[in-house]
Nanobody, 129 residues
């Protein structure tokens, strides 16, 4: 059974840091891309950071240099984690953050939310100026 649960969101002042965690189970994840997306009301869901089973990473332009994605893969269906360390936070980073995973044979070059077949419930990040 697929399970994805985010944690670590909260409210911080601009310049602060947060670390988001996502616990994943139901897949082995070696052949999957794991990602963090974010969404604000009225806007499309936006890909933020991506990591494949070999720990190759990719970032969208906005968080590049400020956010770091990492993963801890247990090699079994449970005990898998993906993290997002967010530093130098800005008010425009305020959003609901979701972890997601796709089933494109490990390819991690798509930003399209439609390519991701499993999602967590989201965790809210609020950055005040």
């Amino acid at each position: 059974q697929v399970y994805m649960m985010e944690s670590g969101g909260g409210s911080v002042q601009a310049g602060g840091s947060l670390r988001l965690s996502c616990e994943l189970s139901g897949f082995t994840y070696k052949r999957r891309c794991m990602a963090w997306f974010r969404q604000v009301p009225g806007k499309e869901r936006e890909g933020v950071a991506f990591i494949d089973g070999d720990k190759n990473t990719r970032y969208s332009d906005s968080p590049k240099g400020r956010f770091t994605i990492s993963s801890l893969l247990a090699g079994r269906f449970t005990g898998n984690w993906v993290f997002l360390q967010m530093n130098s936070l800005r008010p425009e980073d305020t959003a609901m953050y979701y972890c997601a995973t796709n089933n494109l044979g490990g390819a991690c070059d798509s930003d399209d939310p439609a390519d991701f077949d499993a999602w967590g419930q989201g965790t809210q990040v609020t950055v005040s100026s």
